[in-house]
Structure formats: structure tokens, C-alpha cells
């Protein structure tokens, strides 16, 4: 069968893939940005935790006294910040804005501190980054309350490992929730275009004659397209049937007339006794002849074209269909003194063909052979197997071709220049031609050596 090559608009499942694979990709993207932005506040929290408290620590062992501020650093504030890592840790210690121990340069808050709760901010100090907690109390020294400011700072290389960590944790699973998307978003391209496959499978797989509306369940964004396409099959078939039923009633209402009026033809030649009157009658039973022999052609050709379509295919045994037809031109043969050279193979060649397709074709081919034959001639009928191709050839020893190509004669309507004196319609090689490229074979007609025409036919057997 033929295909159409239609021009295609780009693949849906492509595109569908595509789509998703951006869509999974942002998803994974934003995913990863959440996941470090969480963890990174997260971590961030629980460090200024532990840096507050230890800030605290220090405040509260503030004693004031009589003279002055008695400071006693807890080390244990110390044994917290330790904890977290390797950073370095700074503070300060300032009584009423003046600073008494610790690194004098380390940058105080730039807002008033709100008592004992910690206040966080982060700073350039000794060409690193710090963060900084700073708290102050008041101490009473003598009999007056003096401002202490506690600023403890520390760099932030434990916990920018931590965030590192927690980012490549983040990247790995933004990787792999890609990879799963990913795959999962081929699968749904792939199911969500299964039905359409499945349709399309179901329709292709369809024999030519198989007119039946498509059942097939289909998604109902489908339902349309499945709907418009049955309609068009009834349409279609409904045309078919109109088509035959035609070219019964038309091969019915044409030839019988015709016959009638032959046979009427053929009692007023008998009856006649007038020699001008009869010739006129015989060629009226010309006429008439042409006209059947026309009519059977073209009925037979449009039979054939509707054939091919709604073939019905059987086992057919080629040598014995050879035979039959070489019999059936036997007395028409005979009355020319025509004689057949029959060789077929002594076994059945059977093939799967359409019986009245292929009758037809050998009956063309046998009536050309007989149609152009001299008179006295012999017709050579051959059917030979080579490999899985049937080969028919049917030779005669009659005008020839005279340099027509056989492609030229197997279009429609087309005669030989060497064959007007016969009659024909011009039809009967091109029902050859299309019964052959129904069945996947190869016609040629070819000039014959000393004289005649040969046509060869090559059927696939099988
Ligand atoms: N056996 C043959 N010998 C010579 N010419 C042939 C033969 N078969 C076919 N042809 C040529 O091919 C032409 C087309 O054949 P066909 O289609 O059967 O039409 P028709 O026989 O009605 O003329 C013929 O008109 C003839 O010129
Ligand atoms: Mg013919």
C-alpha cells in the first residue's frame, strides 16, 4: 500500500518533553535556592544562639563594687564558642563608653542595646568576617549605676562550612529530584501520547476494505477527531457501495440492450434479401460489437479500480488460472487458426491474490495476444517460479510494438500507431498495469526477437 508522506508540524511528544524538562528544571532550581536559604537562617539562628549566650555569661559576672567593676571572664562562655569550631573569638568590655579589657578596635553596635538580650550584627574585623553579639547592663559602683557594654565577636568559618555542606546536601537533592522528574515527565509524555499511538496503530493496521467505524475507547480530547474520521469512513464506504452498485446496473442496463439489439440485428440480416440493406445491418452487428466490447472494458476497468480497493484476497493457484483462461480463448483463438504453446510448472503456484483481479489482467493480456496475432499464428503462454516471483509471459509472433513504449501503452485510453484496422479501447493494459501494482508485481511489454510482442508479468508469490 501506499504511503502518504505528510509534512510534519514537529513532534508533540518532543515538545511535551521539552516543556517539562524546563518546567523540572526551575522546580529543581527553586528547590535548591529554598533548601541552602533555610538552612543557611537556620544555622545562622543557632549560632547567634550560642554567641548570645555566652555574651550573657559574661555580663552577668559583672560584679559592681565599691570602686570600681570587678571583672571575671567565665571561661566556660569560652568553652561554648569553642565548640563550634575552629573560629577565632574576640570581646570587649566597655564601663561607661570607655573600653577596660579586651580589643579596643572591635566595632560596637551602631543602635542602643536593649539591656541583656543579645543584639547581632556582622562586621569586617582583622580581614575577616564576624559576627557580633553585644549586651549591656548596669553595675553599681559606689553608689551610682555605671553602663557596662559586653561585645563578644566571632568569625563565621564553622558555620560557613556547615551552610557549604548544606548547600552540596541541597544541590544533591535539587540533582536528583531533577533526574526523577525528569524521568517521570518521559513517562507521561509517553502515556499521555499512548492513545494517540494506539489510535493511530488501530487505524493503520486496518485492512483497505475494512470500512467498519473505529471503536477503539479514546481519551476524550480525541473523541472529535475519531468522530470527524467516522464520519468520513461512512462517507467513504457509502460512496463505494454507490460506486458498485453503479457499475452493476450500468454493465446490466448497457450490455443487455446491446445484446438484444444484436440479436434483432442478426434476424433482420437473416430476413433480409437486400444486398445494400444487409451490408448495412453487418455493419450495424459491427457497431454493436465495438460498442459491447467498448462498454465490457470500460465497466471492467472501473471494476477493477473499485477492486483494488476492496480486494477480497484467497489462495489462488496461478498455473491453473493460466490454464482456465487460456481455455476460455480457445475458440476464438481457433477461428484465426491461432494455436497456444502452454508451458506451466507441473505443481500449483499459489499465491494470495484477488481471483477476479487477476483474471482480468490475464484476460487482457490473452486478447491482445489473440487480437494482434497474423493469422495462423502460435501464442507461447509460459509461467515459471523464480525464487518468490511467479513469472507470466505471454509471447506472440503477431506486428510488434513498431517502437511504442510499453509505459506509454499502459495509460489510459492509449493505442499502438500500428493498430488502427483492430478494434480496442485502450483500456485493457491499463487494467494490467493497475491489478499488478495491486498486488505488488511488475508488468512490461517488450518487442519479441523476429518479430511480435511479448508481455511479461512478475507477481510476488506468497
Ligand atoms: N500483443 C500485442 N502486440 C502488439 N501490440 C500490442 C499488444 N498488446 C498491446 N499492444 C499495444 O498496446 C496498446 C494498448 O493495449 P490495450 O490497452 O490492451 O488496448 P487495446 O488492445 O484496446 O488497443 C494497443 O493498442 C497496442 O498498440
Ligand atoms: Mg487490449
New binding site residues.
Given amino acids: 500500500m501506499k504511503r502518504l508522506r505528510l509534512a510534519s508540524s514537529g513532534s508533540i511528544r518532543q515538545r511535551l518533553i521539552l516543556q517539562l524538562l524546563v518546567l523540572v528544571a526551575v522546580l529543581s532550581w527553586v528547590l535548591y535556592l529554598s533548601i541552602r536559604t533555610v538552612a543557611g537562617s537556620a544555622v545562622e539562628t543557632t549560632q547567634d544562639a550560642i554567641l548570645g549566650s555566652a555574651t550573657i555569661a559574661i555580663a552577668e559576672e559583672l560584679r559592681g563594687g565599691v570602686d570600681g567593676v570587678a571583672i571575671d571572664i567565665p571561661y566556660t562562655a569560652f568553652s561554648m564558642l569553642g565548640a563550634t569550631g575552629e573560629d577565632r573569638v574576640f570581646y570587649r568590655i566597655l564601663v561607661d563608653g570607655a573600653t577596660v579589657t579586651g580589643y579596643e578596635d572591635l566595632p560596637l553596635a551602631d543602635q542602643p542595646l536593649g539591656g541583656l538580650s543579645p543584639f547581632f550584627y556582622t562586621r569586617e574585623y582583622q580581614s575577616d568576617t564576624v559576627r557580633i553579639a553585644a549586651v549591656e547592663r548596669s553595675v553599681i559602683v559606689g553608689s551610682r549605676p555605671v553602663r557596662v557594654e559586653v561585645i563578644v565577636a566571632q568569625t563565621r568559618s564553622a558555620q560557613d562550612a556547615i551552610v557549604a555542606q548544606m548547600a552540596n546536601r541541597a544541590a544533591t537533592l535539587g540533582l536528583g529530584f531533577f533526574a526523577i522528574a525528569a524521568l517521570l515527565s518521559l513517562l507521561t509524555a509517553r502515556s499521555v501520547l499512548q492513545p494517540v499511538n494506539n489510535l493511530a496503530e488501530a487505524v493503520g493496521r486496518r485492512g483497505p476494505q475494512d470500512l467498519r467505524p473505529v471503536e477503539w475507547p479514546v481519551p476524550s480530547e480525541l473523541a472529535p477527531l475519531v468522530a470527524a474520521l467516522n464520519q468520513f469512513i461512512a462517507r467513504l464506504s457509502g460512496a463505494l457501495i454507490r460506486t458498485e452498485t453503479f457499475i452493476a446496473e450500468a454493465a446490466h442496463h448497457i450490455r443487455t440492450p446491446l445484446a438484444t439489439l444484436r440479436a434483432q440485428a442478426e434476424i433482420a440480416l437473416r430476413q433480409s434479401q437486400d444486398e445494400a440493406a444487409r451490408a448495412a445491418i453487418r455493419g450495424m452487428i459491427r457497431s454493436v460489437d465495438d460498442s459491447a466490447r467498448s462498454v465490457g472494458?470500460l465497466l471492467d476497468h472501473a471494476a477493477v479500480v473499485y477492486r483494488t480497493d476492496q480486494r477480497t484476497d484467497e489462495e489462488i493457484d496461478l498455473a491453473a488460472l493460466t490454464r482456465d483462461m487460456v481455455a476460455v480463448f480457445g475458440p476464438a483463438a481457433e477461428l484465426r487458426d491461432i494455436g497456444f504453446e502452454l508451458s506451466l510448472p507441473d505443481e500449483p503456484v499459489t499465491m494470495t491474490a484477488d481471483r477476479l483481479l487477476l483474471e482480468s489482467a490475464i484476460r487482457?493480456l490473452l486478447d491482445?495476444?489473440v487480437?494482434?496475432s497474423a493469422l495462423e499464428g502460435l501464442i507461447s503462454v509460459s509461467l515459471e517460479v523464480e525464487g518468490d516471483q511467479a513469472r507470466l509471459t505471454v509471447c506472440?509472433s503477431?506486428?510488434?510494438?513498431s517502437g511504442?513504449k510499453s509505459a506509454t501503452?499502459?495509460g489510459r485510453f492509449?493505442?499502438?500507431e500500428?493498430?488502427s484496422d483492430v478494434i480496442?479501447?485502450?483500456?485493457?493494459?491499463?487494467i494490467v498495469r493497475e491489478v499488478v501494482a495491486a498486488h505488488g508485481g511488475d508488468f512490461r511489454?517488450t518487442e519479441r526477437e523476429g518479430g511480435?510482442?511479448c508481455?511479461n508479468l512478475s507477481l510476488p508469490l506468497g
Avoid: I
Wanted: glycine share 24%; charged share 15%.
Fill in positions: 472494458q487482457n491482445n495476444a487480437k494482434y506472440d503477431g506486428r510488434g510494438l511504442a501503452l499502459t492509449r493505442r499502438g500500428n493498430v480496442g479501447s485502450g483500456l485493457g493494459l491499463t511489454l511480435g510482442a508481455a
